[in-house]
């Protein structure tokens, strides 16, 4: 089934409900929310875009993403959300890879996005001067005929097309199927929490990323949808958003948790009107967590999932998250809690083989809401995929109750402010500067963004190190938010027998103070 249907229903059982803000401003009902989805979907009939065409979407937040959204998918197509902190060479290469036909993007980045996709496969780039409400998205489409019914979608048809990078260095496209969707939404109501007309979803992380994909089970209840007059996160705003609609559901990041809680405490916020925090995309200290719920009460619920199984994996309560009665309940709240619904989870060895309650080993899951596979990678496939298991990369282990606590993520990942850095990606990069002959990323902890990430660096020749020769250069190619917060200079980096470099040394010299390379 076309998930472009559950708003087609929504629509036609509460046509005069309002759908979507921009901040407190209401800019549609959800009659106007799929009348403008049936629009755009004609209009990309007749740019030549139908079933099984990829459409890429390279936006920040704002009240028309989910229109486009719901209009490629009425369409027939497949959406390309893209992060809107890439920078343009990186997006280029997604809408290259994916075969996208089209790219809507802010006005703002229409021009650098152009002169990056000059000379490859034929792309329409289509800019939105966006100002917060549905206009320039109307007059973008005008004159079209709307398409009156979603195209026909099998369960297995690809929805989304989600790029994540990998420890290859290149970003791999994860393909997020309709059943996918409705699996990890039917999920949600069954594991996660509840949802009704008169909840609101809060869209202060990326819409192109998991709280995008949190869009599904509001709209197919006809709750409210807002994005931040900001079009970010702020953590006065989301208190002041939530006092005003009441009954607020938003996904966080751990750090935006954290931001939250001591923006709460130095203003002696309470976050009335908070009624659901879900948060995950990376580790919570226990003490973090502890600290939020004290501030905000019982309203936080945590998710574990990937990509590659979106949002789906596993689920610790709102009840688990604020118990302190239970004999157990510090251990359960380092946990990610206990498998959701449709996954089934296992623990395995290097083969694959279970693994008993209390070892650790590999993460694995399978379900109707894991991917059937990368787009277009049957190398990585043949890793990441085992007799319809996802080989997470990621330890763990599972104790007699069910409850699964991550032991280590994948072993270079770093989680810097809830989006994921692979290594190999920034080292890239860095190599392609004349002053670099080696060079390896790691992450270093950080209070506020989790970690930040590092480089070690051997220069040629032994010359100088140029810091901001090599921020200038790292700006040049990669999003801002991947480029080193910090460069080491080394003689030599720490390798073992077989030339591979110890990253396990370059952490112990971060958290060796005193020791180790200059600084």
Same mark, same amino acid.
């Given at each position: 089934?076309?998930?472009?249907?559950?708003?087609?229903?929504?629509?036609?059982?509460?046509?005069?409900?309002?759908?979507?803000?921009?901040?407190?401003?209401?800019?549609?009902?959800?009659?106007?929310?799929?009348?403008?989805?049936?629009?755009?979907?004609?209009?990309?009939?007749?740019?030549?875009?139908?079933?099984?065409?990829?459409?890429?979407? !390279?936006?920040?937040?704002?009240?028309?993403?989910?229109?486009?959204?719901?209009?490629?998918?009425?369409?027939?197509?497949?959406?390309?959300?893209?992060?809107?902190?890439?920078?343009?060479?990186?997006?280029?290469?997604?809408?290259?890879?994916?075969?996208?036909?089209?790219?809507?993007?802010?006005?703002?980045?229409?021009?650098?996005?152009?002169?990056?996709?000059?000379?490859?496969?034929?792309?329409?780039?289509?800019?939105?001067?966006?100002?917060?409400?549905?206009?320039?998205?109307?007059?973008?489409?005008?004159?079209?005929?709307?398409?009156?019914?979603?195209?026909?979608?099998?369960?297995?048809?690809?929805? !989304?097309?989600?790029?994540?990078?990998?420890?290859?260095?290149?970003?791999?496209?994860?393909?997020?199927?309709?059943?996918?969707?409705?699996?990890?939404?039917?999920?949600?109501?069954?594991?996660?929490?509840?949802?009704?007309?008169?909840?609101?979803?809060?869209?202060?992380?990326?819409?192109?990323?998991?709280?995008?994909?949190?869009?599904?089970?509001?709209?197919?209840?006809?709750?409210?949808?807002?994005?931040?007059?900001?079009?970010?996160?702020?953590?006065?705003?989301?208190?002041?958003?939530?006092?005003?609609?009441?009954?607020?559901? &938003?996904?966080?990041?751990?750090?935006?948790?954290?931001? &939250?809680?001591?923006?709460?405490?130095?203003?002696?916020?309470?976050?009335?009107?908070?009624?659901?925090?879900?948060?995950?995309?990376?580790? &919570?200290?226990?003490?973090?967590?502890?600290?939020?719920?004290?501030?905000?009460?019982?309203?936080?619920?945590?998710?574990?999932?990937?990509?590659?199984?979106?949002?789906?994996?596993?689920?610790?309560?709102?009840?688990?998250?604020?118990?302190?009665?239970?004999?157990?309940?510090?251990?359960?709240?380092?946990?990610?809690?206990?498998?959701?619904?449709?996954?089934?989870?296992?623990?395995?060895?290097?083969?694959?083989?279970?693994?008993?309650?209390?070892?650790?080993?590999?993460?694995?899951?399978?379900?109707?809401?894991?991917?059937?596979?990368?787009?277009?990678?049957?190398?990585?496939?043949?890793?990441?995929?085992?007799?319809?298991?996802?080989?997470?990369?990621? &330890?763990?282990?599972?104790?007699?109750?069910?409850?699964?606590?991550?032991?280590?993520?994948?072993?270079?990942?770093?989680?810097?402010?809830?989006?994921?850095?692979?290594?190999?990606?920034?080292?890239?990069?860095?190599?392609?500067?004349?002053?670099?002959?080696?060079?390896?990323?790691?992450?270093?902890?950080?209070?506020?963004?989790?970690?930040?990430?590092?480089?070690?660096?051997?220069?040629?020749?032994?010359?100088?190190?140029?810091?901001?020769?090599?921020?200038?250069?790292?700006?040049?190619?990669?999003?801002?938010?991947?480029?080193?917060?910090?460069?080491?200079?080394?003689?030599?980096?720490?390798?073992?027998?077989?030339?591979?470099?110890?990253?396990?040394?370059?952490?112990?010299?971060?958290?060796?103070?005193?020791?180790?390379?200059?600084?």
């Amino acid at each position: 089934m076309n998930m472009a249907v559950w708003l087609e229903r929504a629509a036609g059982a509460w046509p005069d409900a309002q759908a979507l803000f921009h901040g407190t401003t209401c800019v549609a009902d959800y009659a106007g929310f799929y009348a403008m989805a049936q629009q755009v979907a004609g209009w990309l009939q007749g740019q030549a875009i139908g079933p099984g065409a990829r459409v890429g979407l !390279w936006l920040g937040n704002g009240p028309d993403y989910l229109p486009l959204l719901y209009g490629i998918w009425q369409a027939g197509a497949a959406a390309v959300p893209i992060n809107a902190k890439l920078h343009a060479r990186e997006v280029a290469w997604i809408l290259e890879n994916s075969g996208a036909g089209l790219c809507f993007v802010d006005a703002a980045a229409s021009a650098d996005l152009t002169r990056a996709v000059a000379g490859a496969s034929p792309l329409q780039v289509t800019p939105l001067a966006r100002a917060g409400g549905l206009r320039t998205l109307a007059e973008c489409v005008a004159g079209a005929a709307p398409m009156q019914c979603p195209q026909p979608r099998a369960g297995a048809d690809l929805a !989304w097309l989600f790029y994540t990078s990998g420890t290859t260095g290149r970003p791999k496209g994860v393909q997020i199927t309709h059943r996918m969707l409705r699996t990890m939404a039917l999920d949600y109501l069954a594991c996660v929490d509840d949802v009704s007309a008169q909840d609101c979803a809060v869209y202060a992380a990326p819409i192109s990323h998991g709280a995008g994909l949190y869009n599904i089970m509001h709209v197919l209840k006809g709750a409210r949808h807002v994005c931040p007059a900001s079009g970010g996160f702020d953590p006065d705003e989301i208190f002041a958003l939530s006092a005003h609609f009441q009954r607020v559901h &938003m996904f966080a990041a751990p750090t935006m948790v954290k931001r &939250m809680t001591l923006a709460a405490q130095a203003g002696g916020q309470d976050g009335a009107g908070l009624r659901s925090v879900i948060y995950g995309g990376g580790p &919570m200290y226990v003490a973090d967590i502890e600290q939020a719920v004290d501030r905000f009460g019982p309203i936080f619920i945590q998710i574990y999932g990937q990509g590659e199984c979106p949002m789906a994996i596993t689920t610790l309560s709102r009840a688990e998250v604020a118990d302190r009665s239970h004999p157990k309940w510090r251990a359960r709240l380092a946990s990610v809690g206990r498998a959701q619904t449709s996954a089934e989870l296992r623990i395995g060895d290097a083969t694959g083989q279970p693994l008993p309650p209390g070892v650790v080993g590999e993460i694995m899951v399978r379900g109707d809401a894991v991917m059937p596979g990368y787009w277009q990678n049957p190398q990585a496939n043949a890793k990441a995929l085992l007799d319809g298991w996802l080989m997470t990369g990621d &330890m763990g282990f599972l104790d007699e109750d069910g409850y699964l606590t991550l032991q280590d993520r994948s072993k270079d990942l770093i989680i810097s402010g809830g989006s994921n850095i692979y290594p190999r990606e920034v080292e890239e990069v860095v190599l392609q500067h004349p002053l670099v002959e080696e060079v390896s990323v790691v992450g270093a902890p950080h209070p506020d963004w989790g970690e930040v990430v590092v480089a070690f660096v051997v220069t040629t020749d032994g010359q100088p190190l140029d810091r901001a020769a090599l921020d200038g250069h790292c700006l040049a190619h990669i999003a801002r938010f991947k480029r080193p917060k910090e460069w080491r200079h080394v003689a030599a980096l720490p390798k073992n027998n077989y030339g591979k470099v110890l990253k396990t040394t370059l952490r112990q010299w971060l958290a060796d103070a005193g020791q180790g390379p200059d600084r």
